[in-house]
């Protein structure tokens, strides 16, 4: 499953990870279950499912930004000052200890990878029209049809409860709507706007370089409104890890207090133009 918006800080990855830790008990249990005793002896065998129980403690990863990356326990992840200001990605893989140590697949288990980077702002090669690129993506597999559906059930509502902020603007072709609807306009909004400039320097002297300076004035327009459309991505990422000291609700407020200035002005010479006397 992709994860298509998700906003989170480290208390809800904390409950997000306890959440998980539960149905890994429960995965466990079911291990348990199916274990045989063969030629051992209780007390063998009584050790084999402790061991087997023990091996469900989920492990995590947590990569910050600045390149630290803390592996353990859920509990010692959290409580280590360590832990990063800023993550930049969180992974998790139910299965990993019976795997690595033990050269064991359990028949039930999950895989969680949370992509927390942000899509850069002056990257040209990233295609505003397509899907923001994320690597987010969550895994549940197993034979117990119950305690899968539950799993990716929960794991779901859990998702749908946290949605990040204007996620819709990460889909695909929502640059090409919002071009036609905003972007046109605005550019021959500011070619009206220099008018009064461009025809009194070159008007009547050489149509070819008003006209250039017309076309220039309207494809920088549309140069600013696809450099604004990714500002506002990485302003509202997809799939958001929120720290303490949240620099991004001051930017969310600039950007908003400028749009809408921008839109009051447009707007009031959209009036000008259509009930002109």
Known sequence: MDVSSLSLDKEDLHRFCDILQERADSAAEIEVGLLQQAEKNDEQFEANKK????????????????????WGSIEDIFESPNFPEQVKSFYMDSESTLRN?????????????????????FDLSLMPSHETPN??????KG???????????????????????????HRHSVYD??????????????????SVIIENAFGGNNAFVTNALYLY???????????????????????EYQSKVNRMLAHRAIFLALSIGLAGKFLYDLAKLLFKT
């Open 51 to 70: 061991t087997l129980r023990n091996s469900f403690q989920l492990k995590i990863t947590i990569s910050g930004k600045d390149g630290e990356e803390l």
């Open 101 to 121: 140590v033990y050269d064991i697949y359990p028949h039930n288990s999950f895989i969680i990878f949370l992509d927390f980077n942000k899509p850069k702002i």
């Open 135 to 140: 690597e987010s993506n969550i895994e549940v």
């Open 143 to 169: 034979y117990d049809a119950t305690w899968v559906n539950g799993v990716f059930s929960e794991i779901k509502k859990f998702i749908e409860d946290r949605s990040s902020t204007l996620s819709f603007v």
């Open 177 to 194: 709507i919002l071009l036609w609807v905003l972007g046109f306009p605005l550019s021959f909004w500011v070619c009206y706007k220099f």
């Open 217 to 239: 004035v309207f494809l920088t327009t549309l140069f600013i409104f696809r450099i604004l459309f990714h500002y506002l991505r990485w302003l509202c990422p997809l799939v």
